[in-house]
């Protein structure tokens, strides 16, 4: 089966400080010339897709000049985004190149413990205003459901999926403990069989849901049997039990072998990334 897409965490260097990120902090940004061959690698696999995350992306100096490589190439990008940098400069930028922008929303509670850094709700709200007058891109929306949120669902739904329709895909993530302080601080957000069935219920209960909007609720099991990443410094990573497993690293291996060692459930992978209106997994 061929994989569609592929998340790149380019950098892991961010300018927010979640305490349920599982970004990888073990290895080092490469510079621009080894990521652009590893931009050509990926798309001489007919990996169309390519996910840029982080960390926070826009933090990598040459992000533009690798999107440029991969856009004249005919692939698709996606950019995951804390919206931090997001101006309308910048924003104006980014939409040359990339196909959607993902943006992170896990809670509208300011004050609350869930919320990222205090401006985020402003800074989200911001950008998709921006994006939708014009329909200027797509956009997903990530949230991670924990213990701590798993209440928020129908909120999150009216107070933000609902109002734009720039919005085409809501992700929402069983929090999963795979790496950085996400392993550190698991006790602390992993989700009850309770709390996950009454995130069900409201998923199942949304009403007047768009016909171009797709909602996947991806479960923990999901996420670790059919995720994979490239790091910072090209490894491939996998995580299996909560552990990270280095596959190799597509500098310096080829990279089709590397797919081949990946051993991930292809099954699971085809639901995780199918359009339908609601997706439970
Ligand atoms: S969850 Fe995202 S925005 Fe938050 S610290 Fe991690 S990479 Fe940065």
């Known amino acids: 089966m061929n994989i569609e897409r592929i998340c790149w965490n380019i950098t892991n260097e961010c300018n927010d400080n979640c305490s349920f990120c599982?970004?990888?902090?073990?290895?080092?940004?490469?510079?621009?010339?080894?990521?652009?061959?590893?931009?050509?690698?990926?798309?001489?696999?007919?990996?169309?897709?390519?996910?840029?995350?982080g960390g926070e992306p826009l933090l990598y100096?040459?992000?533009?000049?690798?999107?440029?490589?991969?856009k004249k190439r005919g692939?698709?990008?996606?950019?995951?985004?804390?919206?931090?940098?997001?101006?309308?400069e910048m924003l104006e930028r980014c939409l040359e190149y990339i196909n959607w922008l993902a943006i992170p929303v896990d809670s509208l509670n300011v004050?609350?413990?869930?919320?990222?850094?205090?401006?985020?709700?402003?800074?989200?709200?911001?950008?998709?205003?921006?994006?939708?007058?014009?329909?200027?891109?797509?956009?997903?929306?990530?949230?991670?459901?924990?213990?701590?949120?798993?209440?928020?669902?129908?909120?999150?739904?009216?107070?933000?999926?609902?109002k734009y329709e720039c919005i085409k895909r809501w992700n929402l993530f069983e929090f999963t403990p795979a790496r950085g302080r996400a392993i550190q601080n698991k006790d602390y957000y992993q989700l009850s069989p309770e709390s996950d069935e009454r995130v069900i219920q409201q998923l199942k209960s949304l009403r007047a849901v768009r016909k171009?909007?797709?909602?996947?609720?991806?479960?923990k099991k999901t996420i670790l049997n059919s995720y994979f990443i490239i790091a910072p410094n090209g490894d491939i990573v996998k995580t299996?039990?909560?552990?990270?497993?280095?596959?190799?690293?597509?500098?310096?291996?080829?990279?089709?072998?590397?797919?081949?060692?990946?051993?991930?459930?292809?099954?699971?992978?085809?639901?995780?990334v199918r359009n339908n209106q609601l997706v439970i997994i």
């Open 75 to 88: 692939g698709q990008i996606t950019l995951i985004s804390n919206c931090i940098l997001l101006n309308d």
């Open 212 to 219: 171009d909007l797709s909602i996947r609720y991806k479960h």
């Open 22 to 53: 599982f970004r990888d902090n073990l290895s080092n940004p490469l510079p621009l010339k080894s990521n652009i061959d590893i931009a050509n690698k990926v798309l001489d696999a007919r990996i169309r897709h390519i996910a840029f995350s």
């Open 111 to 162: 004050n609350g413990i869930y919320t990222r850094n205090e401006r985020h709700i402003v800074n989200i709200k911001n950008v998709l205003k921006y994006i939708n007058n014009g329909s200027k891109c797509n956009v997903k929306i990530n949230s991670v459901i924990s213990e701590l949120n798993y209440m928020e669902v129908d909120n999150l739904y009216k107070g933000i999926i609902q």
């Open 240 to 272: 299996e039990d909560e552990t990270q497993k280095i596959i190799g690293n597509i500098l310096s291996e080829d990279f089709n072998c590397l797919l081949k060692k990946l051993n991930i459930d292809y099954e699971l992978y085809k639901k995780r």
């Open 61 to 70: 100096n040459d992000i533009f000049e690798i999107m440029e490589v991969i």
